[in-house]
Each structure stands twice: as C-alpha cells, then as structure tokens.
C-alpha cells in the first residue's frame, strides 16, 4: 500500500501505540484508527514492563533495532522524558564460547562507542557481581538504561490523538480479511490494512476471528522490587544463571529470573512465588549483600520462534505486529519504524 488509505491499529500496547503514531507521522501518511482494548491497556505487558534498552542483543538484527531505538532516545531530549528514561551502564555475560562479534559490529556501526567486549571477570571486579562463570564473554554499554514502555504508550497516544489519529477505546471482536475490523457491538469498518498488535491476546484473536495463526504463545515474565544497599549498579544479564535485574532508584532494585510458564491465560496471570523466593536468595549472592524483596510483578508477553517485533503479514491485508518475546521495550521505536515502511512502501 503506498500513500493514503486507512489503516486499522489493534491494541494499544506500546507496541501499537507507536506504530499508529508513526503511521501518523508519515507525510501523505494513512489515516489511523487505534483500538486500544477492554480496559484501555493498563494490565498488559507494556504497564508491567522493566523498560530496559542497551544497544546490544546476541542476535544481531534485533542489536540493530536496540541500537537504532536507542540513537534515537539518545538524540531527543523530549522523548527521553516523556519515556521516563532513565540512563545508566549495562552489562550482558554470555555463555561461555558465544561469538558476540557480529552483533557488536552492528551496534558499532549504529552507535559508535556504545558497547565494549569484555570479559565475566572484569564485569565482576568492575561493579562487584559474585558467581559470574569465568572466560564469559561480555559486553559493558556505559550510556544505556532504562524508560517506562506505560509512559511512552500514553505519550504516543497523545501525539497520535494531536495529529488526527482516532483512538477508540474497547475491544475488537474480530478481524476480517476484508480487511475489516469487527466491534463487540456487531458493527464491522473496512480499512486498507489491519495491523494486529494486541500482544499476548494476539494468538487469540487471530483464532477467534477464523484466520491462520501466527504461532505466537504467551509467556509469562515476573520480577520482584526489592531494597539492597547496592547503589550505582549497571542493569545486568547473566545468561548462565538467567538472573537480571537494573537498578530502581536509590537504594533500590528489579531483580528476575526466567519463567518457564508457557501459555498463561493474559487474562489470569499469577506469580510464582517460588521462582520469586529463588530470584531474591540468587540475587543476595550475586549482589553480596542481602536482598529485601517488596512486591512481585506478575506479567506476560507475546512470544515467537526466532523472536521479534516485527510486521507479519497473515490475509488479505491482515497483518500483525507483535512477538516482542520480552524485549520490544528495546526495539519498538526502530521496529515501529521498519513496519511503516513495510506497509506504506
Ligand atoms: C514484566 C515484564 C518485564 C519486561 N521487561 C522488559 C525489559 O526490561 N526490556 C525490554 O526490552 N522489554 C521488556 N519487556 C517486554 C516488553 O515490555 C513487551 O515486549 C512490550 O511491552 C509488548 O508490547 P505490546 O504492545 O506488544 O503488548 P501489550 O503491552 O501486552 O499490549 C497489547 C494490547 O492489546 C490490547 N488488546 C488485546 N486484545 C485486544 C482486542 N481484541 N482489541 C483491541 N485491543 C486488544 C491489550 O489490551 C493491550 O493493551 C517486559 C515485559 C514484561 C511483561
């Protein structure tokens, strides 16, 4: 499709919420509807989300999407606080053996400087991690950080709303391959293009709506906020372990663990208190010092194999735009970008 048209939105997570706009933004662009959802967006993955960005990934295209969105916050102050973003250093410990270079290629190339290879052992003496497995490779970013996916969700809808964008509240019932977009009250709206990006709920609708699946699942993510007297901490992964975490304020931090929780209901999602008990005494020896867990957060993300958030086509116009897999809060400025293009040619 190229130039003008309409263009349905469903979902306003932060993942829908910036592509509608960018649409938007297009000059000769589309004109936008967004349907936001049963209850405006506020218990999905993008009001729970940690927010971490860096410029690196192992995979390399998704470091390239980290990287371009993160040159971008870098270069817009307005943006940066209406995002709530929050700089500080990362650092990224590998399994031992995993070639990081083509990745840290491409982070050089889009934001010279930005991460530096290293190795387990200086991560460890650098900021005093415990347990890091020795000959890891890694990588230290100086000028990452961390921004609120709910904050920039509502600003993007703002900005959306200010350029003539419609933002209807409410859930889509189906879509069509019309392509149309059909409401609970029965009434259906044909459009040019429908993009599906209703995250978790993304699989379901597809279903519900009779069009093939995109083979996305649901998984759920959890971290806990806990007290630790462990101040200018870098947000960190450890692969090895799976813990990570990113510091919250003073004195404060968000420390996780992988879930192994596959197909949750996004509608029923509880905690695992054992894996939240298991993330505090991990992070007490990590951290070397003891760790006070305060309130865990229960979510879950849309998920897909290789992982991403991208535009995929599904029927007749149908397209969805999700796959985020626990990590789109990096990439959904530059992935949001690359899904205009793709649908405005
Ligand atoms: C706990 C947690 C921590 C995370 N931490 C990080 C991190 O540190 N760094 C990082 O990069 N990423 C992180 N992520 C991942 C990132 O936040 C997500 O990938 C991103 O927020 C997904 O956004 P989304 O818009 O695709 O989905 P969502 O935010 O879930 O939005 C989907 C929207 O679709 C709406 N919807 C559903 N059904 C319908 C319907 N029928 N009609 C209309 N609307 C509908 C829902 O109401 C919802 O608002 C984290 C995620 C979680 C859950």
Redesign the pocket.
Known sequence: MSGGGRIAV????????VLALRLRERRDGPEVEL???????????????????RAFETDPEASRL?AESLAELRGDARLRERARFREHAAVYVARPGTDLAASLAVVEEVLPGAAELTDAGRIAREYGLHGLTAGAPGVVERRAG?LS?DAL?TAALEDLAKLGGAVRA????RVGDGPSVKLADGSARGFDAVVV??????E??LAASGLPGGGFRTRQ???TLCRAARDALP?FVDEESGL?G?PDGPGRLLL?LPTVRWDVD?DATVPDRVLAARVVEDAARFLGTPVAPERT??????FLDPPG?ELRPVAGGVFT????????????LAAARAAVRALTG
């Open positions: 469903v979902g306003g997570g932060v993942a829908g919420a349907f936001t959802g049963p209850d405006a967006g506020r218990a999905d993955a993008s009001a729970a989300s940690g927010g971490m960005v980290a961390h996916p969700r409410g859930p889509v019932a990006a209703a995250g978790a709920w993304t379901r609708l993510i959890q971290y947000s990570y990113r996780g996004p957060v229960a979510s879950f993300d849309c958030l735009f999700t796959g985020g897999s626990g990590g789109a809060a990096k990439t959904v």
